[in-house]
């Protein structure tokens, strides 16, 4: 199990990884592509929690969170009308900042890749679940 600073090093370090929707990756390397989930699914198992792939079946697989966010908490987007719960994104939450926002990283798409962002950014993003 990492610690917190462990997990958001591991985090950051995949940032300007190109986005492939399906892409697929292997937990003991560093991945080539990744989309949204398939970030979240190498970083948990990265961590020895593994967990499924597919943000809506990795958003019906948790708890929501009560209270504060802590390091390693997924936020999740409804946008895809496809899908029975509507999820259609995923990321993930790394550090706490100075500022008392959260960091986040995300497989964003084709024109980012993964990037850096915070929490209060997502929160004004249309079809934010928490």
């Known amino acids: ?5 462990e997990f958001r090093k591991l985090a950051v370090s995949l940032k300007g ?5 399906g892409a697929e990756s292997s937990p003991d390397r560093i991945p080539k ?10 970083l948990y198992a990265r961590n020895g929690t593994p967990i499924t ?3 809506w079946l990795q958003y019906a697989a948790t708890n929501a969170v009560t209270g504060a966010p802590q390091i390693g ?3 999740f987007l409804r946008n895809n009308a496809a899908r029975s719960n ?3 994104h995923v990321a993930v939450i790394t550090a706490k900042l ?3 926002d959260w960091e986040i990283v995300e497989a964003r798409g084709r024109a980012y890749g993964v990037v850096v962002t915070t929490l209060s950014y997502w ?8």
């Open 1 to 5: 199990m990492l610690t917190p600073s």
């Open 86 to 88: 509507g999820i259609g």
């Open 53 to 55: 792939d597919g943000a």
């Open 17 to 21: 990884i190109p986005y492939i929707l």
């Open 98 to 100: 100075p500022n008392g």
């Open 33 to 42: 592509a990744l989309d949204c989930s398939e970030l979240v699914q190498w």
């Open 123 to 130: 929160r004004t993003r249309p079809h934010f679940v928490g």
């Open 73 to 75: 908490d997924l936020v």
